[in-house]
Nanobody, 123 residues
């Protein structure tokens, strides 16, 4: 599975962005889809995930109530709607897909990764 992330940009605090993650080469199938982010000098951290079965969603505490993850299995695309962005959301955002069993919020749960899309939020 090849993943292509897009939708990043430079915005002001309080603005919104919608990230997309499109799979090619193979469908998402039953994989969970997740977003992680990595700020300069920091480790990659979990942002949100959505399972294939039931579409259960999981969020990092720092983005709950502001970010919404979704997926369109027919279009092999995942989305991350980000509202009320803050400067601390500035990072390179990666989409990922994988079985994620027992590791829904950990990089170990995901076999496939996109290249990252940059989100910059200024105050």
């Amino acid at each position: 599975v090849q993943l292509q992330a897009s939708g990043g940009g430079s915005v002001q605090a309080g603005d919104s962005l919608r990230l997309s993650c499109t799979a090619s080469g193979r469908t998402f199938g039953t994989y969970a889809v997740a977003w992680f982010r990595q700020a300069p000098g920091k480790e990659r951290e979990f942002v949100a995930a959505i399972t294939w079965y039931r579409g259960s969603t999981y969020y990092a505490d720092s983005v709950k109530g502001r970010f919404t993850i979704s997926r369109d299995n027919a279009k092999n695309t995942g989305f991350l709607q980000m509202n009320n962005l803050k400067p601390e959301d500035t990072a390179l955002y990666y989409c990922a897909a994988g079985d994620a069993r027992g590791n829904i919020d950990n990089t170990r749960g995901y076999e496939y990764w996109g290249q990252g899309t940059l989100v910059t939020v200024s105050s």
